[in-house]
């Protein structure tokens, strides 16, 4: 079992920044590939980015490339997303979830254990 909670949401003008974490307890963190989705309002939850165990990949969904992002401090059971020159349409909740071992990090069926989410907005 993984407990995972998002935290660091909030509201920012476009062009800004804001980094997410996601701590994780349980099971042995670094056990995990781990990846970020999000949630826009009257939208389908969608693929982010995702890491791989010891950061050895990282994947990332073409609308983010380039401003965001992922990372890991496996010392410290911890899951961060940078995310650079947000857009309004990064509005979303965010979840952080641990993934199963080698099924694709683009879909939201590889994900097992997944946090509550945190809000963010993006003001234009």
């Known amino acids: 079992q993984v407990q995972l909670v998002e935290s660091g949401g909030g509201l920012v003008q476009a062009g800004g920044s804001l980094r997410l974490s996601c701590a994780a307890s349980?099971?042995?963190?670094?056990?995990?590939?781990m990846g970020w989705l999000r949630q826009a309002p009257g939208k389908e939850r969608e693929f982010v980015a995702a890491?791989?165990?010891?950061?050895?990949?990282?994947y990332y969904a073409d609308s983010v490339k380039g401003r965001f992002t992922i990372s890991r401090d496996d010392a410290k059971n911890t899951l961060y997303l940078l995310m650079n020159t947000l857009k309004p349409e990064d509005t979303a909740v965010y979840f952080c979830?641990?993934?199963?071992?080698?099924?694709?990090?683009?879909?939201?069926?590889?994900?097992?254990?997944w946090g509550q989410g945190t809000q963010v907005t993006v003001s234009s």
């Open positions: 979830a641990a993934k199963i071992p080698g099924a694709n990090s683009y879909t939201l069926s590889a994900y097992r254990y």
């Open positions: 890491i791989s165990r010891f950061a050895s990949s990282t």
């Open positions: 349980g099971r042995t963190f670094s056990s995990y590939a």
